[in-house]
């Protein structure tokens, strides 16, 4: 089954025109083999773009979270990748077929070249092992060759980075906050350098403070390191702020896909104008939308 291409802008084939890609999915659709089987995403096509945040916006079951898996070779059953293909242009100038890759490779390709950030992550964290423990094990498994004095190193680097002092390195998860254990997992997910990395619902959990400092902390290392970003939350007005593209989700197909400015500006999809509508803090006169130039300048600083 063929759906029709997702609406968009003239423009955003400039835009894309402009980039890299680091992904390129083709016709993935995806079911969910359950007593009644589901179709979750149904023909979906997307070009990733290098350093760039893709926001997933759309209702709850719309597919969101199982596309952003499935191009990512996540998937547990019942879940099963119907038909599609999905590539990764690597750095280093290979194309990675991913959806062909098995075994040691598909481990290899799962932290190194893609990771992911997920809502109960900071509860994923082993409740008996200190972050050290825990950072050094990645390593331990996908660096071999690093010595203990490396694995130290690049694990105090690793929570600088994120924002949490290093001396938290011997702390155990409880000793941490929630917000501090979700810059854990993030410090884990950027660990290995990947080229993209998925964040679902990342910061729901935590309070709105929280949330805004753990963001910014995104955008700064994203702009350091270049990662992809497909980003996934409920909240429009964020994920307005924060994504260079949005991808609108509609019964597991995507329905319009253009820059977050022509998200916001120049909707074309109903269902877009919708959405829109049902953030009444976007609305109004329109004045009030946190993504002008400046305040989404601040964001990124
Ligand atoms: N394990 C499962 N078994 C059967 N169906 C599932 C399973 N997980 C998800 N689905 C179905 O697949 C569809 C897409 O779900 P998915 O979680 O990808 O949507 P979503 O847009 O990410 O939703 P949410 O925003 O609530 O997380 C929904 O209809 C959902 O009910």
Redesign the pocket.
């Given at each position: 089954m063929t759906g029709s291409a997702p609406l968009s802008t003239p423009d955003h084939a400039d835009y894309m025109a402009a980039r890299e890609p680091v992904l390129t999915a083709e016709h993935v659709t995806i079911d969910?083999?359950?007593e009644r089987p589901?179709r979750?995403?149904d023909d979906v096509s997307l070009v990733l773009n290098r350093g760039e945040i893709l926001g997933?916006a759309?209702?709850?079951?719309?597919?969101?979270?199982?596309?952003?898996?499935g191009i990512n070779r996540l998937l547990?059953p019942?879940?099963i990748l119907r038909s599609g293909a999905v590539t990764l242009h690597d750095k280093n100038g290979a194309d990675i077929d991913v959806v062909g890759l098995v075994d040691e490779d598909l481990r290899k390709f799962r932290w190194d070249k893609t990771s992911m950030v997920f809502q109960g992550a900071m509860n994923a964290l082993n409740p008996v092992l200190s972050v050290k423990a825990q950072l050094s094990d990645v390593f331990t498994t996908h660096r071999p060759s690093m010595s203990k004095q490396e694995r130290q190193a690049a694990s105090e680097e690793l929570l600088s980075l994120v924002g949490v002092d290093p001396a938290r390195l011997t702390a155990y998860p409880h000793e941490l906050s929630g917000g501090m254990r979700q810059r854990v997992m993030i410090a884990m997910a950027l660990a290995l350098k990947p080229q993209v990395m998925i964040m679902?619902?990342p910061t729901t959990a935590l309070d709105v403070v929280v949330q805004r400092g753990i963001l910014r902390e995104v955008m700064r290392l994203r702009e350091q390191f270049n990662f992809a970003v497909i980003f996934?939350t409920?909240d429009l007005p964020m994920l307005l702020e924060i994504s260079d593209r949005i991808a609108v989700?509609k019964a597991?197909r995507i329905v319009e896909i253009n820059t977050s400015e022509n998200i916001y500006e120049r909707p074309q999809h109903d269902y877009t104008k919708q959405l829109l509508r049902s953030f009444p803090s976007l609305l109004g006169d329109r004045g009030g939308f946190v993504r002008g130039k400046e305040e989404a300048h601040v964001a990124r600083g």
């Open positions: 969910y083999q359950a589901v979750a995403v997933l759309g209702e709850s079951g719309c597919g969101k979270t199982t596309l952003a898996y547990k019942p879940a679902d619902e996934i409920h989700m597991g």
